[in-house]
Nanobody
Framework: QVQLQESGPGLVKPSQALSLTCTVS??????????WVWVRQPPGKALEWMGG???????SYTPSLKSRTSISRDTSKNQFSLHLTSVTPEDTAVYYC???????????WGQGTQVTVSS
């Protein structure tokens, strides 16, 4: 059974960095079947694909966030992480990690974690 679980702070101050971790069980994050993706949903808005890490650790980011986003992985812990710098209140959202089956879309999702950016 594949499970994903997000973890990280629920509250971040403006201008600081946000770091979230997704812990994966049931499949190795080196499995070439999947890319490991971060998605967020701001209140009242649609899901936004932020970026992902795939085969060999290659990364891809949405252009609007590329300058502030970094996704990495720790294969020894079977985790991948999101690092978002210089956050503003507009980064307030529920953040999800998922396992994206290449060409077939997300197959497994974490439950999501609320992140609020506020002083």
């Amino acid at each position: 059974q594949v499970q994903l679980q997000e973890s990280g702070p629920g509250l971040v101050k403006p201008s600081q960095a946000l770091s979230l971790t997704c812990t994966v069980s049931g499949v190795s994050i080196t499995d070439t079947t999947y890319a490991w993706v971060w998605v967020r949903q701001p209140p009242g808005k649609a899901l936004e694909w932020m970026g992902g890490i795939g085969v060999g650790g290659s990364t891809s980011y949405t252009p609007s966030l590329k300058s502030r986003t970094s996704i990495s992985r720790d294969t020894s812990k079977n985790q991948f992480s999101l690092h978002l710098t210089s956050v503003t209140p507009e980064d307030t959202a529920v953040y999800y990690c998922n396992a994206d089956s290449y060409g077939l879309g997300p197959k497994y999702w974490g439950q999501g974690t609320q992140v609020t950016v506020s002083s």
